[in-house]
């Protein structure tokens, strides 16, 4: 790659795979990382100055580099079934927990002004409460999260009961083992750099601009921000373990 082709002027997205040696994996280890926003490459570098005094003052003569802890910062946007441990430190998925879907339920429950009454369902609808309630004057129903909220200016006796009626859907979670339960996992990582660049031969046009292949300690800094202008990102830091057996291939045509 000499400096006059256009491939030699790097803009480039990412990849990044990881090889958690699970078990039952068999002949597919590797995890896909899905949407990746950013990867950033620090070396880690630290170093040591050494002065020499002339004078009453002291002059730098040496600021050796001792050590390095090369990692990379991941910043992705997908949060897929298969990735959902590594993203919360989890020891891995449990099995799923559903909500069983329920038509014309019941359950009664005694109203307090200013209060919220959790119904312990998601997503409801058909909803209703007796006793000449009227929604929206009386109660307030927070379908999605399964809250009904009695505003202050309710005509609810204090502490009368009341019977609601709901529907809600089935609904199947993904649960995740303890968040903070494995904060390092070892294993192996595969990073790619690709770009638009087209390579010499048509048949390399989808070929990466860089592999970088190493063993891995991966952990999780932040699972994101929850807010309404931009989409939820998790952070990972992979610590390259042995830069020794860290391979790094760069596309030359």
């Given at each position: 790659?000499?400096?006059?082709?256009?491939?030699?002027?790097?803009?480039?997205?990412?990849?990044?795979?990881?090889?958690?040696?699970?078990?039952?994996?068999?002949?597919?280890?590797?995890?896909?990382?899905?949407?990746?926003?950013?990867?950033?490459?620090?070396?880690?570098?630290?170093?040591?100055?050494?002065?020499?005094?002339?004078?009453?003052?002291?002059?730098?003569d040496r600021f050796d580099a001792y050590s390095a802890t090369p990692r990379w910062s991941i910043t992705g946007d997908e949060f897929t079934?298969?990735?959902?441990?590594?993203?919360?430190?989890?020891?891995?998925?449990?099995?799923?927990?559903?909500?069983?879907?329920?038509?014309?339920?019941?359950?009664?429950?005694?109203?307090?002004?200013?209060?919220?009454?959790?119904?312990?369902?998601?997503?409801?609808?058909?909803?209703?409460?007796?006793?000449?309630?009227?929604?929206?004057?009386?109660?307030?129903?927070?379908?999605?999260?399964?809250?009904?909220?009695?505003?202050?200016?309710?005509?609810?006796?204090?502490?009368?009961?009341?019977?609601?009626?709901?529907?809600?859907?089935?609904?199947?979670?993904?649960?995740?083992?303890?968040?903070?339960?494995?904060?390092?996992?070892?294993?192996?990582?595969?990073?790619?750099?690709?770009?638009?660049?087209?390579?010499?031969?048509?048949?390399?046009?989808?070929?990466?601009?860089?592999?970088?292949?190493?063993?891995?300690?991966?952990?999780?800094?932040?699972?994101?921000?929850?807010?309404v202008d931009a989409f939820k990102e998790y952070k990972m830091i992979a610590t390259i373990t042995d830069p020794t057996a860290w391979s790094?291939?760069?596309?030359?045509?």
């Amino acid at each position: 790659m000499d400096y006059d082709q256009v491939a030699s002027k790097e803009r480039l997205t990412g990849r990044a795979y990881f090889n958690a040696g699970l078990a039952n994996t068999y002949d597919c280890p590797w995890l896909d990382l899905g949407n990746i926003q950013m990867m950033s490459l620090d070396y880690g570098i630290k170093r040591k100055e050494h002065y020499k005094a002339r004078r009453g003052a002291l002059i730098a003569d040496r600021f050796d580099a001792y050590s390095a802890t090369p990692r990379w910062s991941i910043t992705g946007d997908e949060f897929t079934t298969a990735t959902l441990f590594l993203i919360f430190l989890g020891d891995g998925l449990d099995a799923n927990t559903t909500q069983a879907a329920a038509v014309g339920a019941t359950v009664t429950f005694n109203g307090h002004k200013g209060g919220v009454y959790d119904i312990g369902k998601f997503a409801v609808y058909n909803w209703s409460i007796g006793g000449g309630m009227v929604s929206g004057v009386d109660y307030i129903m927070d379908a999605g999260p399964g809250k009904v909220y009695i505003p202050l200016t309710s005509g609810w006796v204090e502490g009368a009961p009341h019977q609601l009626t709901y529907s809600c859907p089935q609904i199947i979670w993904n649960m995740v083992l303890p968040p903070l339960s494995n904060l390092n996992r070892n294993g192996q990582m595969q990073i790619i750099e690709e770009d638009d660049s087209a390579a010499t031969s048509p048949s390399l046009v989808a070929a990466p601009k860089t592999v970088h292949d190493f063993p891995v300690s991966l952990s999780t800094d932040s699972g994101g921000d929850t807010r309404v202008d931009a989409f939820k990102e998790y952070k990972m830091i992979a610590t390259i373990t042995d830069p020794t057996a860290w391979s790094v291939k760069k596309r030359n045509t």
